[in-house]
């Protein structure tokens, strides 16, 4: 009969202590993000693992420094989840898909919103901000959150469901990514947005992440 294996398969860099309890065969990395020092403080372990998935050619090449196994699988998208759009898509509008959180520059945000008048921002997501975690910065980016939303090229359309989301991007003409490039996680990420965006015939405009550039 088939011999059964224990598979340590964990989505952390960091090393768990209950790990020592585990009888593992094989242990596998699947590494969606990078989060600072993340790799620099558990080098060790990393190099351990039998095997680590990453989803960027720019994840690939920082943790090839740590751990040389590894499998390059991207994220993308189904293009049968987007039917043939014909409606025309409202003029001068300008979307962002996704949750409203710490990872956004919302000094970006407030420049653009001011110097383009006549450009329409629609905002579709959950907002996270001051909600599952508790930061004294997240006070100050819920007040800025709140400025925005009284501007009148900004609009705020709540959360929808992900079924819905294929009916409603292709309404738009230009999707946003206005990240804090400076942050590593953010620098290093795999938005999901980006494919639902192109996924819609949406131009997208970005901040520098490495993986918008690969997909020039």
């Given amino acids: 009969g088939l011999k059964k294996r224990i598979v340590l398969y964990t989505t952390s860099g960091y090393f768990d202590p209950v790990y020592s309890y585990i009888p593992y065969e094989k242990a596998i990395f699947d590494c969606p993000d990078i989060h600072e020092n993340e790799f620099m403080s558990n080098s060790v372990w990393i190099n351990k693992f039998d095997m680590v998935f990453v ?17 390059l699988i991207s994220n993308g998208y189904m293009s049968k989840k ?5 409606h025309p898509r409202l003029p001068n509008s300008v979307l962002f898909l996704g949750g409203v959180s710490q990872r956004i520059n919302f000094k970006l945000l407030i420049n653009l919103i001011q110097k383009l008048p006549e450009v329409h921002f629609y905002f579709l997501g959950e907002i996270y901000l001051n909600k599952y975690y508790s930061e004294l910065e997240d006070r100050d980016r819920l007040r800025v959150w709140k400025k925005l939303l009284t501007f009148t090229n900004m ?21 946003i990514i206005p990240y804090l490039s400076t942050d590593v996680f953010n620098s290093f990420c795999n938005p999901i ?6 996924a819609g015939g949406l131009s997208v ?12």
């Fill in 55 to 71: 989803n960027t050619k720019a994840m690939y090449q920082e943790v090839m420094r740590y751990n040389s196994r590894l499998k």
């Fill in 205 to 216: 405009v970005s901040s520098p992440i490495k993986q918008v550039y690969e997909l020039k």
């Fill in 155 to 175: 609009h705020y359309l709540g959360k929808l469901s992900e079924t819905d989301i294929p009916s409603i991007v292709p309404l738009f003409k230009v999707g």
């Fill in 193 to 198: 947005k980006l494919y639902e965006y192109l």
């Fill in 82 to 86: 987007y039917p043939h759009f014909t």
